[in-house]
């Protein structure tokens, strides 16, 4: 079988391995992005869209180590998003440009909101109850209404922007090792790139390249709440580290408004009764949203594995994406979302130390198979009452 040689190969076609194939197709690379199931599928699409600058994390006093490193990353992506990018995610659409902080009255409320303030500056503000949007004065909500420049992204719209251009470079591969696949098609590469979350383990186990690798996973159970009365894109503020709950709203292939719900509702074990994510959601919203109507919502809930890179610090939160090395294979993950462009930096930086330029040609992959787009959490699920 003659070999196909290209420049990089790429495994796993979640926002990482999109984010990295669409810039280096760019910038004249042979590149080829390989996914065994489909395109956005697991951690991607079960995201939840927040591009971070890093507000929620300076409530815990860990504003050095994660708040600063993530700041300049909603700027990065509203350029990608305007055309004037890296990549160019201009046929995308942003959900909402900014969130809210929304923090129950007390002393604990107004010592959030300062240290808040003081952590990152002009990205935050109060907003005035004569200026607040007509769909949280619905909501009962009584407290402190915080301005946060956050962008939430519609994560379906930006994996196709980045994956359209270049789609007939994007393959999907049986059950095999991806590299007994590669060998069994003749695909050979300066460079391999493995962004395939939660399989980056297995993959450099079964090739011996796991000495040295540290991740850890976070399983989770996310909740969903069908039929809300109307988009919300807030942080529930708490007293601890991470918010009481995350919402963020999407269209669901019915019309239908789903509230995607995740922090501090979402720390339910992944196997654990998804009615305790329920209570939790529903306990939440009496307090911080007491005029929000369930009577006629659906629920159903959303296991999780986050796989990410190992914290730095033991208790803290993973705070920039990783690379572990081993000779011509790279085994990345972006730790979240919002860090996929500063990942693609870091890998762009080994391929000019290891002096990987860009062919400028482009291969024919038409004799293995397309792969589709996955569909959103909330249009596979399975939807219940919750009485």
């Known amino acids: 079988m003659s070999a196909h040689k290209v420049d990089i190969v790429i495994i796993g076609a979640g926002i990482a391995g999109l984010w990295l194939f669409n810039r280096l197709r760019g910038m004249g690379y042979d590149a080829l992005l390989l996914e065994r199931d489909a395109i956005g599928c697991g951690q991607t699409l079960a995201s939840q869209g927040i591009i971070h600058s890093g507000l929620k994390y300076a409530f815990a006093g860990k504003v050095n180590a994660l708040a600063k ?10 350029d990608a998003l305007r055309g004037a990018g890296a990549v160019d995610l201009s046929a995308a659409d942003t959900a909402v440009s900014s969130q809210y902080l929304m923090i129950p009255p007390g002393m604990m409320g107004d010592l959030i909101a300062l240290a ?43 994996i196709r922007a980045l994956a ?42 079964r090739r011996g390249d796991d000495a040295g690798m540290k991740t850890q996973a976070r399983p989770l159970l996310m909740g969903m709440m069908k039929h809300a009365p109307y988009p919300l894109y807030a942080h529930l503020v708490g007293a601890s580290e991470k918010p009481v709950a995350t919402i963020t709203s999407h269209i669901a292939e019915d019309g239908c408004i789903v509230w995607y719900l995740g922090g501090g509702v ?41 796989i990410e890179s190992a914290p730095s610090m033991k208790g803290w939160l993973p705070d920039q994406p990783a690379i572990h090395t081993c000779g011509d294979v790279l085994y990345c993950w972006p730790t979240k979302l919002t860090f996929a462009p500063l990942l693609s930096d870091m890998v762009l930086e080994h391929l000019e130390r290891e002096n990987i330029k860009p062919s400028n040609t482009d291969h024919d992959w038409s004799f293995l198979p397309p792969v589709d787009y996955a569909r959103a959490p909330w249009d596979k699920a399975i939807w219940t009452k919750d009485n």
């Open 266 to 306: 979402a720390e339910q074990a992944k196997d654990d009764d998804p009615a305790k994510v329920y209570k939790g959601a529903r306990k939440a919203f009496a307090k911080y949203l007491p005029q929000v109507d369930l009577s006629n919502v659906e629920w159903a809930p959303l296991p999780i594995d986050r």
């Open 69 to 78: 490193s993530i700041s300049a990353m909603p700027d990065l992506w509203r």
């Open 164 to 205: 359209e251009p270049y789609k007939n470079s994007i393959r999907k591969i049986d059950d095999r090792d991806p590299f007994e696949y590669m060998n069994a098609h003749g695909i050979e590469a300066k460079s391999y790139v493995v962004t395939a979350a939660g399989s980056n383990a297995d993959i450099a186990k």
């Open 116 to 158: 808040s303030k003081k952590a990152l500056g002009g990205s935050v503000r109060e907003i005035e109850r004569s200026e607040w949007p007509e769909h949280i004065e619905q909501t009962g909500f009584d407290g402190t209404l915080i301005y946060m420049d956050e962008p939430v992204l519609d994560v379906s719209q930006i």
